[in-house]
């Protein structure tokens, strides 16, 4: 499968942003969806991720109570709202199928470019 992100762009601190991750190919369903980011010099890290039925949500600290992960499941769609966003926040965010544990799968998507700035 292939995943498509969308939705990247430049926002100003304090502002809004909606990802979405698509699929080509394949479908999301039956997998724990999640998102990670990687920072220009950083490490890939993760975000948030999502339950296969949408029940179950995690979040890193950095963006636990501005971020909100979803699900669309007869879209197929997942989704990452982004509020009250940071400088921090800057990054290339990445959708991927099969997270486990905060951890990633090697289903990767090509990436959606974050900036907050302004």
């Known amino acids: 499968v292939q995943l498509v992100e969308s939705g990247g762009g430049l926002v100003q601190p304090g502002g809004s942003l909606r990802l979405s991750c698509a699929p080509s190919?394949?479908?999301?369903?039956?997998?724990?969806m999640g998102w990670f980011r990687q920072a220009p010099g950083k490490d890939r890290e993760f975000v948030a991720a999502i339950s296969w039925s949408g029940y179950n949500t995690w979040y890193s600290d950095s963006v636990k109570d501005r971020f909100t992960i979803s699900r669309d499941l007869t879209k197929d769609t997942v989704a990452l709202q982004m509020n009250k966003v940071e400088p921090d926040d800057t990054a290339v965010y990445y959708c991927n199928r099969g997270t486990r544990g905060y951890k990633p799968s090697d289903e990767w998507g090509q990436g959606t470019q974050v900036t907050i700035s302004s």
């Open positions: 190919g394949g479908t999301l369903s039956s997998y724990t």
